[in-house]
């Protein structure tokens, strides 16, 4: 069974370039969740997709962009790259019709760099 | 304002040294408080989750506890695998989001 995937592990980037991550939910999972995880800090939600829709956003920028594709694997776009958006993000992703909506599946991540 | 703080932010043990790690909250609405574990360059892994005070879930070495104001994270005879940073987070009513705190790294020593 295959968990939550995502791609790339490792990227860096220059001040004002734009970034697409991407994640494969864990199988039959239906919803996907990003968080930005700065060194020694916990995770920080930036936002939820279920059925293709942003249902949540947590407090990033519009610059923070996102989609869910109708496989439910998801994609984050950040756009004009500053340098404090290196952070490792994260994709989780979990099942609505559970119920729990806060038991989630994470990847190991993506490393982005911003030089 | 809502807000999650855990202590300590790191704590050395030896290895069958038992100890708790702390998550203090002030939440309105509560829905669901969750512990969670994350090893160097890994994403974070679910423990538990816990929604009313009184209840205790129990898994192997950890046992988490709930009361209205914080959580526990009880570690019994801990080893060496057990090290690792231990996020807890909770999710109020109506929302998707977890809102995590700072985490405790945890380091037992053989």
């Known amino acids: 069974d295959a968990g939550v995937t995502q791609s790339p592990t490792h990227l860096i980037k220059t001040r004002g370039q734009q970034v697409t991550l991407r994640c494969s939910p864990k199988?039959?999972?239906?919803?996907v969740s990003w968080y930005q995880q700065a060194l020694g800090q916990g995770p920080q939600f930036i936002f939820q997709?279920?059925?293709?829709?942003?249902?949540q956003r947590g407090n990033f920028p519009d610059r923070f962009s996102g989609h869910q594709f109708p496989n439910y694997s998801s994609e984050l776009n950040v756009n004009a790259l500053l340098l404090g958006d290196s952070a490792l993000y994260l994709c989780?992703?979990?099942?609505?019709?559970?119920?729990?909506?806060?038991?989630?599946?994470f990847g190991e991540g993506s490393r982005l760099t911003v030089l | 304002e809502d807000q999650v703080t855990q202590s300590p932010e790191a704590l050395r043990l030896q290895e069958g040294e038992s100890s708790s790690l702390n998550c203090s909250y002030t939440?309105?609405?509560?829905?669901?408080l969750f512990w969670y574990r994350q090893d160097p360059g890994k994403g974070p892994e679910f423990l538990f989750t816990?929604?009313?005070a009184g209840e205790e879930k129990e898994k192997e070495r950890l046992k988490a506890t709930l009361t209205k104001k914080e959580s526990f994270l009880h570690i019994t005879a801990p080893k060496p695998e057990d090290s690792a940073t231990y996020l807890c987070?909770?999710?109020?009513?109506?929302?998707?989001?977890?809102?995590f705190g700072q985490g405790t790294r945890l380091t037992i020593n053989p």
């Open positions: 989780a992703s979990s099942l609505v019709r559970q119920g729990n909506t806060g038991e989630l599946f």
């Open positions: 987070a909770y999710q109020y009513q109506g929302a998707q989001k977890l809102v």
């Open positions: 816990l929604y009313s």
């Open positions: 997709y279920y059925e293709e829709e942003e249902r």
């Open positions: 199988s039959g999972h239906d919803t």
């Open positions: 939440v309105s609405g509560l829905r669901g």
